[in-house]
């Protein structure tokens, strides 16, 4: 029996079209500073650094890759480090993009929570933190904007991936439904669509 994360770590497909991680070293020090960055709005430093930035997936790899990371358990943006670097270096390269993605932060926020407990009650902190906040939306809002155009290779169609989008914003932002639903019954019908569409 076999998933996404037996595919990434067992057969690692780096693609020869665009650059590459040089060393594991690489790795780490990308995700150490890919994750220094990821205050709040993660998704857009992701997108900006991996594809914008060092190319080592394109728009559409990123969709995808981002699909499943989404689905497995854990933070996103961890599970899309260990599958990039599996799929460079293997094994190594996936634990060497954990280890960026956790131990530099590890340390930032041990040291933001001791300074958050003693300034809490600080009118001034409790107002950064809600404008930072606005930020975080914003940031996100900027990188699906950005990833639509490649949503016009997808083999739904843009407005029939348009439409998927904009039900699960109406099921969680409006309808407030359990993520979990939501993923089972639009992420469901989603892959069977897009399957009908692209079987023989």
């Given amino acids: 029996m076999t998933g ?3 595919v990434y770590f067992m057969n690692p497909q780096p693609p020869q079209d665009h650059p590459q991680p040089r ?3 690489d790795l780490f020090f990308s995700f150490t500073f890919l994750a220094l ?3 709040g ?20 790899e990123f969709i ?18 260990m599958m990039i670097g599996s799929r460079y270096f293997g094994l190594p390269g996936a634990l060497a993009a954990l280890a960026g993605m956790l131990v530099f932060p590890l340390i930032v926020v041990l040291l933001m929570a001791l300074a958050y ?16 906040g606005a930020v975080a939306a914003g940031l996100i809002i900027a990188s699906g904007i950005k990833l639509t155009p490649a949503l016009a290779r997808h083999p739904l169609g843009r407005p029939a991936c348009l439409l998927l989008a904009a039900l699960c914003f109406a099921a969680v932002a409006l309808l407030h439904l359990p993520l979990l639903y939501v993923l089972a019954g639009l992420g469901l019908l989603a892959c069977v669509l897009t399957w009908m569409r692209i079987k023989p």
């Fill in 64 to 81: 995808e890759d981002w699909a499943v990371a989404q689905i497995m358990p854990g933070p996103n943006v961890v599970n899309l480090s």
């Fill in 41 to 60: 709005g993660v998704l857009a430093v992701v997108q900006l650094e991996l594809v914008e930035r060092k190319r080592w997936l394109t728009r559409e």
């Fill in 23 to 25: 060393s594991l070293a």
């Fill in 117 to 132: 407990s003693r300034y809490a009650g600080h009118p001034g902190v409790a107002g950064a933190l809600r404008g930072m």
């Fill in 37 to 39: 960055q990821g205050f």
């Fill in 4 to 6: 996404p994360l037996t």
